[in-house]
């Protein structure tokens, strides 16, 4: 069993930066892949990143390429995601999850990920 609380969230302005953190518990983080998601207002929800379990190698959604950086410190059981010049359209609740597995490639579809955090609120206004 994986429990994931995410934080970070809150109310910034278009540009601005943000850095959410996502704390696992239990021992074994270092064996999970992990990765973010959002849903906006009236959408369904959409792969933001993942990170694989060594933090060796990511993937982003093409919207937030070069704009996040996910990375994790598996001795402290977290993971980050770091937002920088955030757009009006970023906003959205922010899901970490949790996928068990060693490949070297992490995981993306929502439906691989065993274990998700209650989400924190992200609003950027223009």
């Known amino acids: 069993q994986v429990q994931l609380v995410e934080s970070g969230g809150g109310l910034v302005q278009a540009g601005d930066s943000l850095r959410l953190s996502c704390a696992a518990s239990?021992?074994?983080?270092?064996?999970?892949?992990m990765g973010w998601f959002r849903r906006a207002p009236g959408k369904e929800r959409e792969f933001v990143g993942a990170i694989n379990w060594s933090g060796e190698n990511t993937i982003y959604a093409d919207s937030v390429k070069g704009r996040f950086t996910i990375s994790r410190d598996n001795s402290k059981n977290t993971v980050y995601l770091q937002m920088n010049s955030l757009k009006e359209e970023d906003t959205a609740v922010y899901y970490c999850a949790a996928a068990y597995g060693y490949t070297r490639i992490p995981v993306t579809t929502s439906n691989s990920f065993n274990y998700w955090g209650q989400g924190t609120q992200v609003t950027v206004s223009s």
């Open positions: 239990g021992r074994t983080f270092s064996s999970y892949h």
